[in-house]
């Protein structure tokens, strides 16, 4: 089993900047990928950062230039650094780690539990 815990979301004003915290933990063998993904009220679930192993981070057009995303591969955590925030930015913050556990052939997706991003003044 894989546990995802996610941290760092709130309230925060209009170009401002927020720091999301994500920790896999669990019989984990091999983990393939980390990411950030949102949700808005009544939209589409959309990506905003990943980094898959030791590849380079992948965006979403609107995250680039304002979001930077890292990884401590060691200790399996991903941060999310969010600059000149605005409402759009509101959403669910959601953390998806690809990992294969010990005696399974195949990985498999793992979400959190999301955490709450509210830019507002």
């Known amino acids: 089993q894989v546990h995802i815990v996610e941290s760092g979301g709130g309230l925060v004003q209009?170009?401002?900047s927020q720091r999301l915290s994500c920790l896999a933990s669990g019989n984990i063998d091999s983990i393939y990928s980390m990411g950030w993904y949102r949700q808005a009220p009544g939209k589409e679930?959309?990506?905003v950062a990943r980094i898959a192993n030791r590849d380079s981070p992948d965006y979403?057009?609107?995250a680039k230039g304002r979001f930077t995303v890292s990884r401590d591969h060691d200790k399996n955590i991903i941060y999310l650094q969010m600059n000149e925030l605005n409402p759009e930015d509101t959403a669910v913050y959601f953390?998806?780690?690809i990992a294969r556990v010990f005696?399974?052939?195949l990985p498999r997706n793992y979400w959190g539990?999301?955490?709450?991003v509210?830019?507002?003044s």
């Open 118 to 120: 509210t830019v507002s």
């Open 14 to 16: 209009p170009g401002g």
């Open 95 to 97: 953390c998806l780690t």
């Open 45 to 47: 679930r959309e990506l």
């Open 103 to 105: 005696g399974t052939p």
């Open 113 to 116: 539990q999301g955490t709450q």
């Open 60 to 62: 979403g057009d609107f």
